[in-house]
């Protein structure tokens, strides 16, 4: 199990905003930058959000990310069909002296 | 953008070492990534671009990284294989103090898939 909290699913239509969580504590997200990465099946993961709400070169603004606390949010606007996908959070644990990512909520554009 | 090509066994059997390349070029910080399947990420270990270490503490014991600078490669070692290992195994580009830094890992080899079987 993961020191860092993702719910396993999420849902939502195309046009629709969704939001998912990442919940840590005050060893990693609430002293910590949070990532976000999406991955598609049989692909590597690439990088969406850094430093809590960065977006790299070519993320399209309809992903945003935010933080409070020991808890993380990347929210998608405009949903798309091909938005579907895992979703990791991740970030630095000071406990474990080393990265940890969550389990991942895997995103369906119903 | 960075090209990161992993390479190694595709097959281990139980007990095994595994050893995995990353060819890498320029001062940069590695991490190996894996994925078993259907499941989460696990970061596994990082090299600095000073050459220091850092590990996932839970596997502490069984893994090592390090350079090869004349052939520009990061080799991952993995003792002991157990079938719970077989997963894709990434090499990533990552900011060379991940401590520092955090875990922004912004280009990722294709992956290589490795089974632990006998």
Same mark, same amino acid.
């Given at each position: 199990?993961? =020191?860092v909290?993702?719910p396993p699913?999420?849902?939502?239509?195309?046009?629709?905003t969704i939001?998912?969580?990442c919940?840590?504590s005050?060893?990693n997200?609430?002293n910590?930058? =949070?990532?976000?990465?999406?991955q598609?099946?049989?692909?590597?993961?690439?990088?969406?959000?850094?430093?809590?709400?960065?977006?790299?070169?070519? =993320?399209?603004?309809r992903?945003?990310?935010s933080?409070?606390?020991s808890?993380?949010?990347l929210?998608?606007s405009?949903?798309?069909?091909e938005?579907?996908?895992?979703?990791?959070?991740?970030?630095?644990?000071?406990s474990?002296s080393?990265? =940890?990512?969550?389990?991942?909520?895997?995103?369906?554009?119903? | 953008?960075?090209?990161?090509?992993?390479?190694? #066994?595709?097959l281990v059997?139980p007990t095994?070492?595994l050893?995995?390349?990353c060819?890498? *070029?320029?001062?940069?910080?590695?991490?190996w990534?894996r994925q #078993?399947?259907?499941?989460?990420?696990?970061?596994?270990?990082h090299l !600095?671009s000073?050459d &220091?270490k850092?590990?996932?503490?839970?596997l502490?014991?069984?893994?090592?990284i390090?350079?090869?600078?004349?052939?520009?490669?990061?080799? !991952?070692?993995?003792?002991?294989?157990?079938?719970?290992d077989?997963a894709t *195994? *990434?090499c990533v580009?990552?900011p060379?103090?991940?401590?520092?830094?955090?875990?922004? !890992?912004d &280009?990722w080899?294709q992956g290589?898939l490795?089974?632990?079987?006998?």
């Amino acid at each position: 199990q993961s =020191v860092v909290t993702q719910p396993p699913s999420a849902s939502g239509t195309p046009g629709q905003t969704i939001t998912m969580s990442c919940s840590g504590s005050s060893s990693n997200i609430a002293n910590n930058h =949070v990532y976000w990465y999406q991955q598609f099946p049989g692909t590597a993961p690439k990088l969406l959000i850094y430093r809590n709400r960065q977006r790299p070169s070519g =993320v399209p603004d309809r992903f945003s990310g935010s933080k409070s606390g020991s808890s993380a949010s990347l929210a998608i606007s405009g949903l798309r069909s091909e938005d579907e996908a895992e979703y990791y959070c991740a970030t630095w644990d000071d406990s474990l002296s080393g990265p =940890v990512f969550g389990g991942g909520t895997k995103l369906t554009v119903l | 953008q960075v090209t990161l090509k992993e390479s190694g #066994p595709v097959l281990v059997k139980p007990t095994e070492t595994l050893t995995l390349t990353c060819t890498v *070029y320029g001062q940069m910080g590695v991490s190996w990534i894996r994925q #078993p399947p259907g499941k989460a990420l696990e970061w596994l270990a990082h090299l !600095f671009s000073n050459d &220091d270490k850092s590990y996932n503490r839970s596997l502490k014991t069984r893994v090592s990284i390090s350079k090869d600078t004349s052939k520009s490669q990061v080799v !991952f070692t993995m003792t002991d294989m157990d079938p719970v290992d077989t997963a894709t *195994y *990434y090499c990533v580009r990552a900011p060379s103090n991940i401590a520092v830094a955090g875990p922004h !890992f912004d &280009d990722w080899g294709q992956g290589t898939l490795v089974t632990v079987s006998s």
